[in-house]
């Protein structure tokens, strides 16, 4: 099932795909629903959703949409669809020196950098990789803290949501991945070239710099 979450706050839920048409309810932000259709300038979505009394139905602006996977029925926040790509690639890792993943180097051709070998730090590479097989623009930029400018901030963590860390002494430095879990002093996160490849790794929470979430 195709579901998408509401990014903005109260979103007008209209009956017809077009802002001439009635107001029929105001949509949350992080709400759920169930993607049926889009009007053909892909401009508005058709969605519902079980609600209370009957379902709730109707159109709004595919640009306060996102689209996610779960389950929309339930109510469930699902993830975000960058999230689900990057949990494909767990695993993707560094070569033996004197050779190069060409999956990694796929990663680097989405930033301006464009490295070629593996070898070169590619956490914010797969970054953009993930976004921009998600459909979204990411930083294009192979430089950790980079991400501190993109979307817009979040003061709370949220599922796939883009986690900024400082990586060293140096102001310059840093990592990028996508947020999992909260344990304890820990941030479980999802991102690249942690221990040469792409996995799950708790980070101490003091390194964090920033939530980022599109906007």
């Known amino acids: 099932m195709k579901a998408v979450e509401v990014t903005a706050n109260a979103v007008l839920l209209r009956s017809g795909p077009g802002s001439a048409f009635p107001v029929l309810a105001y949509l949350p932000r992080a709400m759920v629903l169930e993607r049926l259709s889009a009007s053909p300038d892909g401009e508005w979505l058709e969605v519902r959703r079980a609600a209370p009394g ?3 139905a109707g159109w709004a602006e595919a640009r306060n949409l996102l689209l996610c996977t779960g389950d929309a029925d339930n109510g469930s ?3 975000p669809s960058w999230l689900a790509i990057a949990k494909r690639e767990i695993g993707v890792r560094d070569y033996p020196f004197g050779m190069d993943n060409p999956r990694i180097a796929a990663y680097h051709a989405t930033t301006t950098l464009r490295a070629t070998t593996d070898k070169v ?3 914010s590479a797969f970054a953009n990789w993930c976004m921009r097989q998600a459909g979204l623009r990411g930083t294009d930029s ?3 803290r980079s991400w501190l400018a993109w979307g817009r901030p979040l003061p709370h963590p949220r599922t796939g949501c883009v986690v900024v860390l400082r990586g060293g002494a ?7 991945a996508f947020y999992i879990a909260y344990r304890g ?3 479980d996160l999802l991102g690249g070239d942690r221990g040469d490849q792409v996995s799950v790794y708790p980070y101490p929470a003091g ?3 920033g939530y980022r979430w599109p906007g």
Request: proline letters at 8%; a positive charge; hydrophobic letters at 50%.
């Open 54 to 56: 009957g379902v709730l």
């Open 77 to 79: 926040r699902g993830q």
């Open 121 to 123: 730090p590619w956490c």
């Open 142 to 144: 192979a430089a950790a």
């Open 170 to 176: 140096n102001p310059t430095q840093g990592h990028v």
């Open 185 to 187: 002093a820990f941030l």
């Open 207 to 209: 390194l964090l710099l």
